[in-house]
């Protein structure tokens, strides 16, 4: 019986692995294959156009990525609010950790840098304004879900040790945002701060076990970030 059991679990390893690797891929390659399939007709498209075209794109891999985790989502959203002021408490609490050392390595960075702020969010600011309705969904309900999902609930389905998977979720999380904008050394810097809010969401589903507890906080993040900016911007 316990052979038979630990086949099962290995089984159940393996299987998690090989799902996460081609979760992983499709997150980084999705967007690219489907503008190379459409690069003729993306070509002369109009910037509303293309924004669409980037929100269907988003949304079939959210959908795809919702059917993957659909036991997981439908467990986690029933008892995720069962106990839902502890989740929240949790959540709360550890986000304002990794929030707290995000910004204080910021300040540091800025005033290394002076004044410079991280190509990855230069990105962002630049799409919010050309798109603030789309970057809204990318950022509050897309990044959040397909994030969460891949990075903690992904990650936790074969890292076991507890400091090993917080630190690999949190470190990949971060590195993502960050190796595919940098134009040099500096910009490892900002490794920090993404990290730390990373780490700070992988012990929250660690604590919680409740994919819903880092999917709310790392909305509620991005919300208020894409908020303040277009207030700040006057948009």
């Known amino acids: 019986m316990n052979k038979i059991i630990n086949t099962n679990l290995k089984t159940d390893k393996v299987s998690s692995i090989i799902r996460f690797i081609i979760l992983f891929f499709l997150f980084i390659y999705w967007d690219?294959?489907?503008a190379d399939i459409f690069k003729p007709f993306l070509s002369n498209a109009s910037l509303t156009?293309?924004?669409?075209?980037?929100?269907i794109v988003n949304l079939l891999f959210l959908l795809l990525?919702?059917?993957?985790?659909?036991?997981?989502?439908?467990?986690?959203?029933?008892?995720?609010?069962?106990?839902?002021?502890?989740?929240?408490e949790i959540s709360i609490k550890y986000w304002l950790i990794g929030f707290t050392i995000m910004i204080i390595s910021n300040l540091i960075i800025i005033v290394i840098t002076n004044g410079a702020i991280a190509s990855n969010e230069e990105q962002v600011r630049s799409?919010?304004?050309?798109?603030?309705?789309?970057?809204?969904f990318?950022?509050?309900?897309?990044?959040?879900?397909?994030?969460?999902?891949?990075?903690?609930?992904?990650?936790?389905d074969f890292i076991n040790n507890k400091w090993l998977y917080i630190i690999i979720s949190g470190c990949v999380f971060g590195g993502l945002h960050v190796?595919?904008?940098?134009?040099?050394?500096?910009?490892?810097?900002?490794?920090?701060?993404?990290?730390?809010l990373g780490i700070a969401f992988a012990y929250t589903y660690y604590k919680t076990n409740n994919i819903f507890s880092t999917i709310c906080m790392h909305s509620i993040h991005n919300t208020m970030a894409i908020i303040l900016y277009l207030i700040g911007s006057g948009l």
């Open 179 to 196: 190796i595919g904008s940098i134009t040099g050394p500096i910009d490892l810097l900002y490794l920090i701060p993404y990290c730390s």
């Open 49 to 55: 156009a293309k924004v669409i075209f980037s929100f």
């Open 65 to 88: 990525m919702i059917i993957v985790y659909s036991k997981t989502l439908k467990k986690d959203f029933k008892s995720f609010f069962k106990d839902f002021f502890n989740n929240i």
């Open 32 to 34: 690219y294959a489907f």
């Open 127 to 136: 799409l919010i304004d050309i798109s603030p309705l789309y970057m809204l």
């Open 138 to 156: 990318s950022v509050s309900i897309y990044a959040p879900l397909t994030e969460e999902l891949l990075f903690r609930k992904g990650f936790r």
